[in-house]
């Protein structure tokens, strides 16, 4: 803010000569001559610059990405996105991850795919292929994660599915899912929900719950 400078007026007084007279001499006491009295100058009011108040812009923090595990894909990308864009949807909430192997999903199968695995903690993303080749580009197969584990911040699951139910709670819970024996003499099943989200384990407890591509190597 420009200040403009104060001007200070300073008063010029002009002092009154008193003339001398002769006069004839006079009979009595003589009267003083008048005494002029000077005023000091009245000051000048003084200026008082005013700071020009400072505007600080806020800045919003950006929110935090929400992932939600759909049985149809993560996020806003369905099974069969592009692995980049996939991958940089989970490192904006979740970081780099925590592990990463690759290879064919299943070497007993010749027309098994080139995989790719990534995990952080106890939740997995798989990225296929079309063929066996590592060169080829790789898109979004399915997601998994630890029956019982608990999600990082920022990550849901559709439907808010619970994590730590049993195969018979699941199924009082969700009574239009359907279980799958998966063949295997042990035991071992899927319990599918409507939402196309399924567990997999034996016994009455699940081993972890899982949507997307789903293959036993044997």
């Keep these: 803010m420009r200040t403009r ?36 100058a009245s000051p000048s009011p003084s200026v008082t610059a ?5 505007t600080s812009a806020s800045t919003t923090p950006a929110a935090q990405t929400d ?40 070497e007993l199968d010749d027309s098994s795919p080139w ?19 590592r060169k080829s580009p790789r898109t979004l197969a399915a997601w998994g994660v630890s029956a ?10 559709q439907d ?3 994590l730590d139910l049993t195969f018979g709670q699941l199924k009082a819970t969700y009574p239009e899912g359907k279980t799958k024996d998966l063949g295997l003499g042990d035991g ?15 016994g009455n407890r699940p081993d972890h719950m899982q949507a997307g591509a789903f293959s036993i190597c044997e």
């Excluded at 005013?50 to 400072?54: E, H, Q, S, W």
């Design 67 to 106: 992932i939600e595990l759909r049985g149809d894909g993560i996020g806003a990308y369905a099974f069969g996105a592009k692995e980049v864009d996939v991958t940089t949807l989970l490192e904006a909430t979740l970081g780099e991850a925590d592990e990463s192997s690759q290879g064919i999903r299943c």
């Design 5 to 40: 400078p104060a001007t200070l007026l300073i008063a010029l007084l002009g002092f009154g000569l008193a003339g001398c007279a002769t006069t004839p001499p006079q009979t009595g006491t003589a009267s003083p001559s008048p005494v002029v009295t000077t005023a000091p």
């Design 160 to 162: 808010d599915v619970p």
């Design 50 to 54: 005013t700071p020009t108040p400072t």
């Design 115 to 133: 995989a790719r695995t990534v995990s952080w903690g106890d939740f997995w993303v798989e990225y296929d292929a079309k063929d066996a080749s």
């Design 188 to 202: 071992s099943k899927r319990f599918i929900l409507p939402n196309r989200i399924f567990f997999v384990g034996s």
């Design 148 to 157: 019982g584990s608990t999600l990082a911040a920022g990550v849901s699951v």
